[in-house]
């Protein structure tokens, strides 16, 4: 007996329902990029390994996901690296292309090839899948989709505000309440490092600071001391955990720890800036909230840093976050090309709309009626019909075989289409059509017009 196939750890298929709302979800964040001015593009699925290795740091290029060069890929191994074992080099010799593992880089490659055909400001939005080697757990796969968009070629704040606005505007569309828009700055994140003496220990600051509502003020302090943070530095972070209140309570006392760092004031002054238009224009249901420990992205990330909670009674993480990348292109030799985007988490968001149940019953629609197959005859008098209802804008469809009427009744009702239609001899001469509505059970015989009304009334 043949083995039963499988899929890949991390992968999922998706049935007609859950396709159905997974693109519910997109078109609404589709059409919200595009309200906002955003242009699509489209990136291949895979990039030359040049293009993401060393972009994302160590941790990330573990997590990219390699592919084999084609044909005898072991003709031009390194051996000596195999002998070795240096992994890194063994591959660098077999493999040349990459499954991207973001929409950033990529699109960074991209503006800077195509940098001769751009108008900048250039506002672009992307809806595609990455991958990541990364160990399966819940809202976390190998394989899921981005909804991206960037602007590069403007150092305006103004960008960061109609972001944290664009966030909202999707989250109100999907009916998701209770959502939290988080920011930080790198430039703050720096300025607390050359604060406490640890300029040189940036990452491996912000590293353990991210951890603190995970694992505990002790535990930061742990490892930061670990790390070679010394005593007195630590001593003089004590302010920043205990950090609280609202957006502006906490910039004032950012601005008294600061006080010594001119980096780590710019990053104050920026999200005052942002807090303050935000303020004035209002959210729609989402909060924005200041977290002095948000530190993802540190590799290209250079001023504001944002990162989306779901709602507190919903267990799961990030739904979206991005940044300000002042010299993301400068990796690819463009310099001095300024740039901030934001993701959204399309898999972890349906996860949270779904434990919610907060799809709309309307998304899972497909079929509205079905015309019983009674024959060749009837089925074309009823594909002229079909042929009608479709120009209308309904879904209708014939059961494609001549079968035992309860048959074709039980697929309607395993489908959950509300009507069918029964056209025979009868019909035929008088031109008409018999509807049975499979929910009440009410059957009437109709002209083509009272039919489509029938359905439209069923619709709305």
Same mark, same amino acid.
């Given at each position: 007996m043949a083995q039963k196939p499988s899929i890949p750890k991390g992968t999922r298929d998706f049935n007609p329902k859950q396709v159905a709302k997974r693109n519910y979800i997109f078109n609404t964040i589709r059409g919200a990029f595009e309200t906002f001015g955003f242009q699509p593009i489209e990136t $291949?699925?895979? @990039?030359?390994?040049?293009?993401?290795?060393? #972009?994302?740091?160590?941790?990330? &290029?573990?997590?990219?996901?390699?592919?084999l060069?084609?044909?005898?890929?072991?003709a031009k191994a390194n051996f000596e690296a195999y002998s070795e074992k240096n992994s890194t080099k063994l591959t660098a010799s077999i493999s040349e292309k990459a499954l991207r593992? &973001?929409?950033?880089? $990529?699109?960074?490659?991209?503006?800077?090839q195509h940098q001769n055909d751009i108008e900048f400001p250039f506002k672009r939005y992307q809806i595609q899948p990455v991958w990541r080697a990364d160990r399966p757990q819940k809202g976390r796969f190998r394989e899921f989709y981005q909804c991206d968009a960037?602007?590069?070629?403007? #150092?305006?704040?103004?960008? @960061?505000?109609?972001?944290?606005?664009?966030?909202?505007?999707?989250?109100?569309?999907?009916?998701?309440?209770?959502?939290t828009i988080k920011i930080n700055n790198r430039k703050i994140l720096?300025?607390?490092? @050359? %604060?406490?003496?640890?300029?040189d220990k940036l990452i491996d600051f912000t590293v353990a600071l991210d951890k603190l509502d995970k694992i505990g003020e002790e535990k930061v302090k742990e490892e930061m001391h670990s790390k070679g943070i010394s005593d007195e530095g630590i001593s003089k972070l004590q302010p920043l955990f205990t950090l609280s209140g609202s957006f502006e309570s906490q910039i004032e006392n950012l601005r008294s720890i600061l006080r010594t760092s001119e980096e780590g004031q710019k990053g104050i002054e920026e999200l005052a800036f942002i807090n303050n238009a935000i303020t004035e224009l209002g959210m729609l249901t989402a909060q924005l909230q200041l977290d002095v420990t948000l530190a993802r992205g540190l590799n290209y990330y250079t001023g504001a840093i944002f990162e989306v909670a779901a709602p507190a009674n919903v267990k799961m993480g990030s739904i979206g976050g991005g940044g300000r990348y002042d010299d993301l292109t400068g990796i690819f030799g463009m310099k001095d090309v300024s740039g901030v985007g934001i993701s959204f988490g399309l898999d972890r968001i349906y996860l949270v709309l779904e434990e919610l149940e907060l799809f709309p019953e309307t998304v899972t629609k497909n079929v @509205? %009626?079905?015309?019983?197959?009674?024959?060749? #005859?009837?089925?074309?008098?009823?594909?002229?019909?079909?042929?009608?209802?479709?120009?209308?804008?309904?879904?209708?469809?014939?059961? $494609?075989?001549?079968?035992?009427?309860?048959?074709?009744?039980?697929?309607?009702?395993?489908?959950?289409?509300p009507f069918v239609v029964l056209v025979g001899d009868e019909e035929i001469k008088s031109?008409?059509?018999?509807?049975?509505?499979?929910?009440?059970?009410?059957q009437a015989r109709v002209s083509l017009d009272a039919l489509v009304s029938s359905i439209s009334k069923a619709r709305n």
């Open positions: $291949p699925s895979f @990039e030359n390994s040049s293009t993401l290795m060393g #972009k994302y740091g160590d941790e990330g &290029d573990r997590l990219i996901f390699k592919i060069n084609s044909g005898d890929y072991l593992y &973001d929409l950033t880089v $990529p699109f960074a490659r991209y503006v800077v960037d602007v590069v070629g403007s #150092k305006s704040l103004w960008q @960061e505000i109609e972001f944290i606005q664009l966030y909202d505007k999707v989250f109100s569309s999907l009916e998701l309440e209770g959502v720096s300025g607390i490092a @050359e %604060v406490i003496g640890a300029s @509205e %009626v079905l015309f019983i197959n009674f024959g060749d #005859k009837e089925a074309l008098f009823s594909l002229k019909a079909i042929k009608q209802l479709r120009q209308y804008g309904f879904n209708a469809e014939l059961y $494609p075989d001549a079968a035992k009427m309860k048959k074709q009744m039980n697929h309607a009702n395993k489908r959950s289409i031109n008409s059509y018999t509807l049975k509505n499979m929910v009440s059970g009410e």
